[in-house]
Structures are given as C-alpha cells and as structure tokens.
C-alpha cells in the first residue's frame, strides 16, 4: 500500500469515526452590564484554539427587544447571556432550547445558583442555566458612621438599626442624609427591597408566578419604614423623583449614610472613590434574619441554533463553571454562580465580595413570565405603589396604593395565562 492510500485511508477513517467532532463558531450576545467580564472570558475560551466564541455586546436597554425582533425574524444568535428575569418569557415564547439534560449531567449542577436556575425552569423544563451574578446588599458610609458617634464596623441588623443610624447621620447637617433609596426606579427597588419582605417572611409572587401577593403586612411595613424615612427627611427630596440614575451615585456622593445597593458597587466604589471608607451587609428583614435579589443572567440558547453547534455552546459553559472561568469572572465584576469553587474564585479580592456571595446563596429571584410589565415598565403597577406609598401623608394612601397594584398585577397576570 502506499503513503499516499495509507494517508487517505486514514483521513476517511478519522471523518467516520464518531465523537471527532468538527470545531465550532458560534455567535454570542451579552448586554453592555458584562462588558468587562464577558470579552476576557470568551478571550480565554478561544484561546484553547479549539471552538470559537463570536461576541457581539448589545446596550443593555436594547437587548430584550433586539433579541426579541432578531428570534423573530430568524437572525438571533446562537447562544445569548440574558437577564435572569427574562428567561421565563422567552422561554413560554418558545424561543429558548430545552438544556436540562446537559444541566443535570453536570457533576456540580447542584452547586449552581439556584436562584438563577429557579427562573431558568419552564414548565418542569430547564431553558436557562446560572452565568453571571449580581446580589443586592446594604452598605454604609464609616466616615459618616464615626463623626455621628456610631460603631462603623458593627452591620445594621434589622430595621431599628437602620433607622437609628440614619437618625443620627441626618442630625449631621451639612446636607447629609442617613438612607437613599431611588423613589422612581422600579427595578432598583425590586433589587433592593424586595428582600426587605422576604427577609420578613412575605412574598411578592407565588403559584410560579400566577398569584400576585402584594396586599401582606409584610409589604405594608417595608412601604411604611421607608416612608416614615422619606417623611422624616432622612432621606434628600431628590429621592422622590430618582428613576435610577442616582441609585450608585447617591451613596458615592460621600453624604449618604445607608443605601440598598448591588455587589457591583464594590469594585466600583474601589476604583473610582477610593478614600471612601464604606461597609457591606446583608438586607436585614424587620426583626433580623436577612435575604437578597439574586440578579445577573442566565446563559440560553435559541431555540433554532444548529445542534451542531450545541457542543461547542455546551464547552463554553463548561468553561465559564471551571474554577478558571469563575475565576475570570470574578475578578471582572461578576460573583461566582457556582457555590462549591465561589471561595477559591475570590481569593485575593476584597473580602467584602464574600459577604456578596454569601448573600447570593441565600438569594431569591421572583418568578413571572410577564415582569417587565410588572416589574420594569416606566408606568407599571409595581413602581407607581412604591412612589405613591413612599411619599404618602398618611397610612391609608398606602393601603389605597397597595389596593391598586394587587389588583392590577393580578390583571395582567391573568390575561397572560
């Protein structure tokens, strides 16, 4: 025989052989929130010089709705990093391709978030799996701690804390507040007081989103202990009208004493206000106890994505749960969604991030595949009972406002069913 033939034979044998497959490209999306983890990952994934990520980054106000028209119109791409709370609705669309095989083969799969994997699960399906975090915290200012005579290392554990340390930041003067909070800002505050209620054993939504729970004496204290804040100007009047923009700003300003905040703000605060001395808990409920959003996003895959495509998506992902891709992660604003290597991708970081992920164990996400009505629309029921109740003159507004929005929430709960 010769070299030639042998050679051919040889190539002919490698095509037929199975489990050699072919390298892959495929196409990646992630909102501009993970423009600094995102490309250094997918850097190191195709550096191994075998499948290829192509990532494009989408401004994050725009994602949704690109994502929506692109599946659409049958030009989505291969595999998308999509805000966790999206995915039950992309996924009732039947735009999203059932991963639960490939995440219950896992041998950590049950190390995962299951905050994110909660809202990942359709209809006993799983249809999103765990990739980047982000959980709500509090944090206050020691500088403002210690000229108000307060201990600026013991953590506010309950609302009484918190109300004490405002009172005596506000009695500073000088334009200094003890608390902020954005008044206007639906998302912020389902990020940041929601765990509020769920620390104090209430519900925002239960049946898998079908039943709205807004009318509890849970939510009417956490409405109440803002507004009697707001009332008692411990917190600025700019609050009242702040639809987000000032929700990291506030605190960073240096004259805010206490803010519900994300675990972003910590590098943030590191790098761009260092001489900010500041301390991170956890959202402390009304007697104690303590609970947090679970934000980030869910890795998905389109329904319509080529499964030739689907081992090198699935690589990737492998990948991005390695102790090296949390690691990476980490390390560039995202807090690990793997519990069992979350110690080992921190070390070397500002400790404060552990407390952050120590909060990420415990937290939550509410599941409704209609949230962005809910939840995130600029004239939603969730954000017009927040800024009606906050800032009400009396308790019976803030019932009147509760009123309204379990009965509109339930509305568009049902008429989505």
């Known amino acids: 025989m010769t070299i030639k033939a042998l050679l051919g034979g040889v190539a002919m044998a490698a095509i037929a052989l199975p489990g050699l497959a072919q390298a892959e490209t495929f196409s990646l999306w992630v909102r501009s929130d993970g ?15 075998e499948d290829k990520a192509e990532l494009q980054i989408v401004p994050v106000n725009e994602l949704v ?16 990093s999509l805000d966790l709370i999206f995915t039950p609705s992309f996924a009732q669309a039947g735009q999203l391709k059932d991963m639960t095989d490939f995440a219950k083969s896992l041998p950590y799969y049950d190390s995962l978030s299951q905050a994110h994997l ?3 699960t359709y209809d006993g399906k799983i249809y999103g799996m765990p990739f980047s975090a982000d959980a709500s915290v509090l944090v206050w200012n020691k500088n403002l701690y210690k000229k108000a005579g307060l201990d600026p290392d013991k953590a506010p554990a309950n609302w009484n804390d918190i109300r004490k340390a405002a009172e005596a930041i506000g009695a500073l003067g000088d334009d200094t507040y003890g608390f902020y909070f954005s008044g206007n800002c639906g998302g912020c505050n389902i990020f940041t007081f929601t765990p509020l209620i769920w620390a104090s054993g209430g519900n925002l939504f239960e049946d898998k989103g079908a039943k709205a729970t807004v009318k509890t004496p849970q939510m009417k204290d956490a409405l109440e202990f803002y507004r009697g804040m707001a009332k008692d100007d411990l917190v600025p009047a700019g609050s009242q009208t702040d639809s987000g923009s000032n929700f990291f700003a ?38 104690g106890d303590w609970s947090s959003f679970a934000g980030g996003d869910n ?9 030739d495509k689907m081992p090198a ?11 090296e891709g949390q690691t990476i992660l980490a390390k560039n604003g995202s ?61 019976e507004e803030v019932d009147e406002a509760m009123d309204e929005a379990q009965e509109e929430m339930q509305s568009i709960i049902d008429s989505s069913r």
């Open 118 to 120: 909660s809202v990942g």
């Open 250 to 287: 506030a605190f960073a300003g240096g004259n805010i004493g206490l803010t519900p905040s994300g675990s972003f703000a910590i590098g943030a605060l590191n790098n761009q206000y260092p001489d900010l001395d500041y301390g991170v808990t956890y959202l402390p409920g009304k007697d």
């Open 335 to 395: 807090l690990p969604v793997r519990a069992d290597v979350a110690e080992e991708a921190l070390k070397g970081l500002d400790s404060r991030y552990l407390i952050a992920a120590k909060a990420m164990d415990k937290g939550r996400t509410p599941y409704t595949p209609v949230f962005n009505d809910l939840i995130n629309s600029l004239n939603g029921p969730w954000v017009n009972m927040l800024n009606k109740a906050f800032f009400a003159d009396s308790a």
């Open 313 to 323: 998506i699935e690589a990737f992902i492998k990948f991005a749960y390695s102790s």
């Open 299 to 307: 890795i998905v895959v389109s329904a319509k994505t080529d499964e």
């Open 65 to 80: 709705q690109k994502y929506a028209i692109a599946a659409a119109g049958g030009s989505q791409p291969d595999a998308l």
């Open 35 to 49: 423009s600094e983890f995102m490309p250094k990952l997918v850097d190191a994934f195709n550096a191994k010089g």
